[in-house]
């Protein structure tokens, strides 16, 4: 049986510039700068495309006259690129583009995203925010497995440092940082200090997906999808997440992401040891713990002292969302955020980043959402067609 994305490409990948505040944006125009630049980088041109998707898909329909074209109008991040992957494998389009923004959003708090404060009943009665739903799950972690606050504050050193060093990020040049630097900023939700969280910041990006055949006429190495899915246990940001969450097996909601990411396995043939990088989703510390034990790249309980091994540094075994993340690169809104895990990968398996290249690399990793939202989305990329 052949594999279900084996005519698919990536041959398109472009991130804006990303900044604290972009004043002459909003995010349907960042989101236009995204689109234009993937598809620069994929040689193609508005005319080439015949499927949009992402958030403001009509939007780029008719901003760029691409019409009649089919569009698929999604909020979300490796669900939509796999959603576009399989619009190619059926033969319904040849080229999609996909592109999100984020810019003129942060309009009552500064530092506050909007998208995590919902105008819902049932939360801001008791006062739930997301920081406070992410640190349950972690506090659990940490009375069942012992998992420490210094294990936590070795991952947010980590990947802020990957961000200091990255000149593309917001925060480039912020460090760099100790785990003693981060278990000394002030404490948010215990057991989340500040430099534990994700920062908020504004920019776009673009992807553009191809047919196989189309391949040997891009500028750049093409990157292939080998496998992806989602797991849920319910809506994001509206009920407080707990560990022992359960549906129709028995998987607990503490470990979502691990039926996706083993069907993600499955589907490229490969497992764990052979990923290169991991481009994991960082709104806070803890998530990457938990990922990397819900992904099978240590065992329950394990990943405190994974990480605290040095296993997710730069020169480590596992290389952890190396252009800084959310807590250092940008967090420009919740596609934007989403697609840039998915424009991380592409970058490291090309060999193209310009700060902690794999050397090597062939296989990448990388997710979306996380147990605080209840929901995770895994996608795995290689530099081989499947």
Excluded at 194 to 217: I, K, N
Excluded at 348 to 373: D, M
Aim: proline share 6%.
């Amino acid at each position: 049986m052949s594999h279900p994305y084996r005519d698919v490409a990536i041959v398109g990948v472009h991130n804006t510039v990303q900044a604290q505040r972009l004043p002459d944006h909003d995010s349907e125009s960042i989101a236009v700068e995204g689109a234009l630049g993937a598809l620069a980088d994929a040689g193609l041109r508005t005319r080439d495309v015949d499927a949009v998707a992402g958030g403001f898909a009509q939007e780029l329909v008719l901003t760029l006259h691409l019409g009649p074209c089919t569009r698929v109008p999604s909020g979300l991040g490796i669900p939509v690129v796999l959603q576009a992957a399989q619009m190619i494998a059926a033969g319904q389009a040849e080229v999609v583009l996909i592109a999100a923004g984020g810019a003129a959003t942060y309009t009552d708090r500064r530092s506050t995203a909007p998208w995590t404060r919902p105008a819902n009943e049932f939360v801001v009665g008791y006062g739930l925010f997301t920081a406070a739903e992410f640190a349950l799950m972690a506090r659990r972690h940490m009375i069942v497995f012992g998992t420490t606050p210094e294990q936590l504050a070795t991952v947010a050193a980590t990947i802020r440092n990957n961000g200091h060093a990255n000149p593309e990020a917001v925060y480039h040049g912020r460090g760099p940082f100790t785990p003693k630097d981060v278990l000394a900023s002030r404490m948010v939700a215990d057991p989340f200090h500040l430099l534990d969280c994700s920062m908020t910041s504004e920019g776009g990006c673009g992807l553009v997906l191809t047919r196989a055949d189309r391949v040997p006429d891009v500028p750049n190495p093409a990157v292939w999808i080998l496998g992806g899915a989602s797991d849920s246990f319910g809506p994001a940001y509206q009920v407080a997440p707990a560990w022992d969450i359960r549906g129709r097996s028995e998987l607990r909601a503490g470990y979502v992401g691990r039926n996706a990411a083993r069907h993600a396995f499955r589907t490229a043939g490969i497992g764990p040891g052979d990923v290169d990088v991991a481009e994991l989703y960082d709104p806070f510390s803890f998530e990457i713990i938990r990922q990397l034990e819900a992904f099978d790249f240590c065992g329950d309980g394990d990943g405190g002292p994974f990480v605290e091994d040095g296993n997710i540094a730069p020169e480590g075994r596992l290389p952890v969302t190396t252009d800084g993340g959310t807590m250092s690169f940008s967090h420009a809104g919740i596609a934007a955020q989403q697609l840039q895990r998915v424009i991380r990968s592409v970058e490291q398996l090309r060999g193209a980043c310009p700060t902690n290249q794999v050397a090597g690399a062939e296989v990448a990793i990388c997710s979306n959402g996380g147990s605080g939202a209840l929901f995770n989305d895994v996608l795995l990329l290689g530099k081989e067609r499947p």
